[in-house]
């Protein structure tokens, strides 16, 4: 079973806009992971994020973790057509196994 | 090699056949894990090697599936009288450490897509 939730499940913008996902989870974690995947590069890893983290930045990536209501954010600016794939947002319950969510498809519109 | 590499990329198969797919992590990494990902899902754990130990299988879903490394390096996830449920992509991923810590990155091969018939 997996244990994130993204929203939306699909997500349409034009070019140089800015897209957004969200992602929740269950239980208590370390840490926070995004992953990429298009059918070009397979499963990517973008950002990490800790427990004691609220934001982190990485180039055009924006990713904010509100522990309390178990929820975090991916904010990707200044789109491209390159960003179009699958986002998903991974936590590690234990020491090891990623539990990742259902992804969010993005498709930028040139 | 410069990543994880998975073979066959692509597997047909008849029900009932049996299927096994390699995988070959990067050099050196300790952990391997196995995730079965579903058309619109996003990847489910399998099972997880550190070295030749095979630590956790609680994601198999049935004893069909089995999955070894021998040597500690390569890997094979083997699928016996497939079913079409099994039709998914199969993911490897290798991680350079194990252990306990709270972060160890894992690189992902780019799949096998098994398509049961």
């Known amino acids: 079973s997996q244990q994130g939730e993204e929203d939306p499940q699909a997500l349409s913008i034009q070019e140089g806009e800015n897209a957004t996902m969200n992602c929740s989870y269950k239980t208590s974690i370390n840490n926070l992971q995004w992953y990429r995947q298009n059918s070009g590069r397979g499963l990517v890893h973008l950002i990490l994020?800790?427990?004691?983290?609220r934001e982190k930045h990485s180039g055009r990536l924006r990713v904010t973790l509100d522990t309390s209501k178990k929820s975090s954010s991916l904010l990707i600016t200044a789109s491209r057509a390159a960003d179009t794939a699958s986002y998903f947002c991974?936590?590690?319950?234990?020491?090891?196994?990623?539990?990742f969510g259902q992804g969010t498809r993005l498709t930028i519109n040139p | 090699g410069a990543g994880v590499s998975q073979s066959p990329r692509y597997k047909v198969a008849k029900r009932g056949q049996d299927v096994a797919l390699r995988c070959d992590p990067i050099s050196g990494h300790v952990s391997l894990f196995w995730y079965q990902q579903a058309l619109g899902q996003g990847p489910e754990f399998l099972t997880y090697?550190?070295?030749?130990?095979?630590?956790?299988k609680s994601g198999l879903p049935s004893d069909r599936f089995f999955a070894e490394r021998p040597e500690g390096s390569v890997s094979t996830l083997k699928i016996q009288r497939t079913q079409q449920e099994d039709s998914a992509v199969y993911l490897c991923?290798?991680?350079?450490?194990?252990?306990?810590?709270?972060?160890?990155?894992?690189?992902f091969g780019p799949g096998t897509r098994l398509t049961v018939l």
């Open positions: 994020i800790r427990s004691n983290e």
């Open positions: 991974a936590t590690k319950p234990g020491a090891q196994k990623l539990v």
């Open positions: 991923a290798s991680s350079l450490v194990g252990g306990g810590g709270s972060y160890n990155e894992q690189f």
């Open positions: 090697f550190q070295n030749e130990a095979q630590l956790d």
